[in-house]
């Protein structure tokens, strides 16, 4: 019996092709878990079957068949991702072994990634606080959530808008597919189509296969869209036809596909206003709009701030290390927090770095007053004069404790400028990231 009715036998979906340019052919059509493919082919080879079958996504194992058993060869193959090699002629037994490795081995990742998908929806499903509003936001999310209907969410930045958009998928009937969340205002405007709705092979320069977009691989779950406001109204045209037709016609034509998809959108924007302005498509607006959803903002629900702290340090792993003052929580609940929940995040980690710094220092108060009242340092200004510098008892000042005290405000001044996103604080000190890293250490030692 042949290879390919040995393998069929064993309850195996075999596609058996012939030569090199046939793999190839069925590589850019078909998904496969498994390769096996003998070294010397005609036309494409072995190893040019092996390469290109590594860069698909997801990429399938390779096992090479080779009459030449060079141990260079072998290297080269394994080299390149190759999962095996077996040398010709071997047994049925052999290759049946192997295969049957590679198939556990599938087994085991494809668990492994649906367990670490489960535990990281769980953590990012849970919404912290038990204020009025996040208590009213649980149980709109509740009503809302098992419906097909399309979600707007509105809030300013920071207030948690994919974070509810995923509560929404996980509650919904949907949460079996995928949830695929797409930042419109990171994607250049000139890929904003094929990314959203694919393209085909030779579409443009660098297509060399197709390539699937955010609307089919959302197929059967959630695509969320956020920024939906900075979609440019070419695609904004196209978008209103896929949300009423639930099709779409990837870049380079070749057909409609139909899709099956809950589009969650976001914004932090008056998306209505931008409609009335003629900034935005008010037929797609209101196709968007279907339930609203306004998120509140850090400012009205400030009892959550210790729960959402308390979230944060379990997060970096302090739980039962780190615990605030009373004295701090007074100053968190004295500021505004215009940064709503990811400016409250960035403040944990920044205490976490720098325990020995009040928190009314490390808050970013925009030149407003905060707990202790003196104005936060937000710009480079608010650096030069100290007020509690060390003095010698001959009135001379202490240099060395003068120059930590203005290294430490610069820090907490780039910080804040970068939200707390070090490798960017760097960059505003014209700093490498490592070297900024060791200076908030020494400071922190």
């Known amino acids: 019996m042949s290879l390919t009715g040995t393998l069929r036998k064993e309850g195996h979906e075999v596609i058996p092709c012939p030569d090199g340019h046939t793999a190839l052919t069925a590589l850019a059509t078909e998904a496969f878990d498994l390769v096996i493919t003998d070294l010397n082919l005609p036309g494409p080879d072995g190893l040019e079957i092996l390469k290109q079958a590594r860069s698909r996504h997801p990429a399938p194992q390779v096992i090479i068949m080779t009459a030449y058993a060079s141990t260079e060869t072998a290297v080269e193959a394994l080299r390149m991702g190759a999962r095996d090699y077996v040398t010709k002629p071997f047994q049925t037994a052999e290759i049946l072994t192997r295969v049957g490795n590679i198939a556990q081995l599938l087994e085991i990742e494809q668990e492994n990634r649906q367990l670490k998908a489960r535990i990281a929806g769980d953590q990012k499903d849970v919404i912290i606080g038990n204020s009025p509003p996040m208590d009213q936001l649980r149980n709109t999310i509740d009503t809302i959530a098992p419906g097909e209907y399309n979600i707007l969410i509105q809030g300013p930045s920071g207030t948690g808008k994919e974070l509810v958009a995923r509560a929404v998928h996980n509650h919904s009937n949907r949460s079996d597919g995928p949830f695929m969340a797409v930042n419109c205002s990171a994607i250049p405007d000139t890929l904003m189509e094929s990314e959203l709705f694919g393209y085909r092979k030779g579409a443009f320069t660098g297509a060399d296969r197709d390539h699937e977009g955010y609307f089919a691989r959302a197929d059967g779950g959630s695509l969320f869209l956020d920024e939906v406001d900075d979609l440019p109204l070419a695609v904004q045209v196209k978008l209103l036809r896929v949300i009423q037709e639930r099709e779409i016609e990837p870049v380079g034509g070749g057909g409609t596909q139909k899709v099956d998809f809950r589009l969650i959108a976001a914004t932090k924007k008056d998306l209505k206003s931008l409609a009335e302005s003629g900034d935005f498509r008010e037929d797609l607006y209101y196709r968007l709009n279907v339930i609203p959803l306004v998120l509140p903002t850090l400012a009205q629900r400030k009892e959550d701030i210790p729960a959402l702290v308390e979230n944060f340090v379990a997060m970096h792993g302090k739980q039962g290390e780190f615990h605030l003052d009373e004295e701090s929580y007074r100053a968190m609940m004295a500021y505004d927090w215009p940064g709503n929940v990811r400016e409250l995040s960035n403040v ?45 008892p001959d009135g001379s000042l202490d240099y060395r404790k003068y120059m930590q005290e203005c290294e430490e405000r610069l820090l907490r001044w780039a910080l804040d400028q970068a939200d707390g996103n070090i490798s960017n604080a760097a960059k505003t000190l014209g700093l490498p990231r490592s070297t900024l890293r060791s200076i908030i250490d020494r400071n922190q030692g």
């Open 348 to 392: 944990v980690e920044r205490m976490l770095a720098m325990p020995d710094i009040p928190v009314s220092q490390l808050v970013d108060g925009g030149g407003s007053t905060v707990a202790d009242g003196r104005p936060a340092p937000t710009d480079p200004e608010t650096l030069s004069v100290p007020r509690d510098l060390t003095v010698q």
